[in-house]
């Protein structure tokens, strides 16, 4: 589906664990928890992300790891069963490395998850359920595309235990759909919103603007749609060409500078009035729906991934693993089956932790405490008071002695707020 939140940087640096553990299951537990160069007081909040990596098709601005198939009978279909059980083995090898702690969140992404049977979904989360400490009032989401919407699979759904819908809509316009290259029409996409609504309280609607051809009038007539459904969690995203997709290859004519900015300028305007917060750059969320899986990622707390590649962050007392599982579909379910779904894992050095640190956390408009940054990085402010300086100085952000939040030019700015906070090779 449409634009998961920043999960973070990985540089693949080398480090003293890629050298001492070999890619694979996970790896042996103990050079997880050897002596490090940091000190976590206490281990941040960790969260589950399951991937999905099909859909019926590629949509031409997607760099997301999703790979199409078709719904013709005659064609190969994605391996429904064969890929759960590569999931549990998957959870099941990464077990270790999270023992005991429990999951706050879950969120299963994609690719297109809702292409899954609601008999899939309702035994994913059995699997999840047998083998995690799950919070009794997690926030579960599944990512649906309106091209999907079954309102008795979607009912089923809710039974089996997800309890958040997100919502790729994109457009309500017919002919931004067509050159989005989404499945959906803008009639489907209100029945989608409909069917959610009747078995969802909390759901999200994304949707993209500075779309081809788009005019300010027409950004305004989407967004007002959204809000008529009352969505208690609205995703506003520019749409970017990113490279390796077919829109960076063959550009499509988007709108100038000066019409994208008035637009995300009604945005911020028009949804405030409409009573909701803009919490992080694209979010925006009516009092207490902001999404709990998200706020995890940017407050840089903990998350293990499963699937084809899917990322994983997690922390022990002495260091910062991220991790990534292989990425095509049929070597991820090879390798699983093999005992090694894990393709690349390196220790965050002590260096890259502050970068990587605030490019998660500045793009919450409220920033972040002090005491986050300490306990989620092991490092003291003092390690980051140059370039916070200079970031005070340039106006990009506002401190006191507790806590530190970007500006409205550190919002405007934000690649070059958190560019301050990488450190040079030298
Ligand atoms: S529905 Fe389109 S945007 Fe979403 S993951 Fe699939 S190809 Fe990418």
Known sequence: MMNHPIAGHAPARPSPLAH????????????????????????????????????????????????????????????????????????????????????????????????????????????????????ADAEITLEANPGTFEAAKFASFRSSGVNRLSIGIQSFNDAHLQALGRIHDAAQARRAVEIARSSFDNFNLDLMFALPGQTLAQCQADVETALSFAPPHLSLYHLTLEPNTYFHKYPPALPDDDTSADMQEWIHARTREAGYHRYEVSAYAKAHRQSRHNLNYWQFGDYLGIGAGAHSKLSFPERIVRQMRYKHPATYLAQTAAGVPIQEQHEVSARDLPFEFMLNALRLTEGFPVHRFIERTGMTMTSVEPALAQAERRGLIRRDHAGIAPTSLGQRFLNDLQALFLKDDA
């Not at 999270?98 to 297109?112: C, K, M, Q, Y």
């Open 20 to 135: 001492t553990d070999a890619p694979g299951s996970g790896g042996a537990v103990s050079a997880f928890i050897a002596p490090g160069r940091i000190r976590l007081t206490a281990l941040p909040p960790l969260s589950l992300y399951v991937h999905f990596p099909w859909c019926v098709r590629k949509c031409p601005y997607c760099d997301f790891n999703s790979h199409a198939f078709t719904r013709d009978p005659n064609d190969a279909q994605f391996p429904e069963t064969e890929y759960l059980d590569a999931l549990r083995a998957d959870l099941e090898a990464a077990l270790p490395l999270i023992w005991g702690r429990p999951v706050h969140t879950v969120f299963i992404g994609g690719g297109t998850p809702s292409l899954l049977s609601a008999q899939a979904i309702d035994r994913l989360l059995s699997d999840l359920r047998a083998l995690l400490p799950l919070d």
